[in-house]
Structure formats: C-alpha cells, structure tokens
C-alpha cells in the first residue's frame, strides 16, 4: 500500500513515520509512506500556500494552485487517476473503523492536510475525492487526523501485525468495544483477576469475553449496540 501525505508541516511527522509498528512496516516494504511538503508546488519567491479570504473575514484560506498541483503530481487528474484522494477537514464524513478498513483496501491513498480557515474550494471540486474528519472539535491543522488516519490503516494492511487475529477482537472490529484485560501479577493491591481468566478452560474464557464486551458496550456506547442490530449482527 502507498500513502502520501501533503502538508505544509512536513517536518510534524518525523518520529511518528519511524518509531513502532508504522516503522517497522515501512522498513519491511509493507507500507510506503512519504509526505511531501505543499511548498514545493509554489512558484513565487515567498513560496505562498495562503492568501486572504474573498468576501472578507478572519484567517487565511489554502490558494488552489499549489494543491491542485501536488495531488495531480502524486495522484494525476481526477478524471482518470486510481489512487483516493482524502483532505482533512472540520466539514468531512466522521471517520470509523469500517472506513479505516476501506482504505486499507485501496492500493494508493493521499492524505491532504487543511490548514488555516480551510481550502478553497475549487481545489476540492477540481482534485478532492472525499472529505475526513476524526471528531466534532476544531485543530490547527489536519495533521494530527492524518496520523490517526495512517494509524488506523496502517495496522489493518496484512503483515503489519504480528498477530492478525487482534484485529478482529478489538474495540470496533464488530462494532462494539473489547472488553476488561488482565497481566500478571495475579493479585495487585487487592485486586484479583478474574478466576475464570486463570482457569484454562479457553470455552468459558471465550463466553466471559464476549458477555464482558457486550455489558462494556451497553455501558459505555450503547449506540454501538444499535448500529449492530442495523447490521444484523
């Protein structure tokens, strides 16, 4: 899978490309991932990314030409690329774990990265394919959703685990959340862990986990339940 990133912070994601799982995964060719400075694509001495709202207003606004530039020059024109083009935006879809999964599927996916008041809007007409947001709140910038964006992906691309069998029990993979987890020692300031998790019985421990993520999930995100009962799960 291929993922780049256009931002005008380039330099915001260098320890999270290069530590952990995302590392490792680059390092062993399962992803490739390059972010690439928005600055490249200007063409004045000032290297201009911005410029002053039409009609007024506070802020900067995003200019369409060097944006438009460099998604055509990583992902081509609209018309006729293959690759899916995402912008980071207060105004896009709420981002899940079923679109996480979709992206992992795509062979090439470019994340741009809002700034300021936002983008113009005949860049997103001319070279956007979609709009994403992680949540209902406002950042400075669409970075930090870009590396929850590849997190999320990332992890889902096959090989990138060392067990692929965790994606499917945790919180999300069948719209509810994981349930409660315990490590040595087996009894901590009074506290024990659960007799049945010690009991080797892998049948009851496996009934104990599912009636613990269905009560977490009536408790915490009842409308987890709902959208399971849409599903049909």
């Not at 980071?88 to 741009?112: M, Y």
């Not at 394919?129 to 990332?154: C, F, H, K, N, Q």
């Not at 892998?202 to 613990?212: G, L, N, S, T």
Request: hydrophobic letters at 40%; charged letters at 25%; one cysteine or more.
């Amino acid at each position: 899978m291929r993922i780049d990133v256009v931002t005008i912070f380039p330099e915001l994601f260098g320890p999270f490309l290069e530590t952990s799982l995302l590392g490792a995964a680059r390092e062993a060719g399962r992803i490739a991932l390059e972010v690439h400075d928005l600055r490249r694509w200007t063409h004045d001495r000032h290297r201009s990314v911005d410029d002053v709202p039409y009609g007024g207003g506070p802020g900067m606004v995003l200019r369409p030409e060097p944006l438009v530039e460099a998604i055509e020059a990583l992902a081509g024109p609209k018309a006729s690329r293959s690759a899916t083009v995402i912008l980071l935006s207060p105004q896009g879809a709420p981002f899940d774990q079923a679109g996480a999964r979709a992206l992992a599927a795509e062979g090439h996916v470019v994340l741009v990265c809002g700034r300021y008041e936002g983008v113009d809007q005949r860049a997103i007409d001319l070279a956007v394919d979609r709009e994403l947001t992680i949540g209902d709140y406002v950042l400075s910038g669409g970075e930090v959703p870009a590396m929850v964006v590849i997190e999320a992906v990332a992890r889902l691309v096959p090989g990138v685990l060392g067990n692929p069998a965790s994606v499917a029990t945790e919180s999300f993979g069948t719209a509810s959340l994981e349930g409660p987890q315990y490590t040595r020692p087996a009894v901590f300031r009074g506290l024990e862990v659960p007799a049945v998790l010690r009991s080797g019985n892998h049948a009851a421990i496996a009934r104990w986990r599912a009636e613990q993520a269905w009560e977490w999930t009536r408790r915490r995100r009842p409308d987890l339940l709902g959208r399971r009962r849409e599903e049909g799960s």
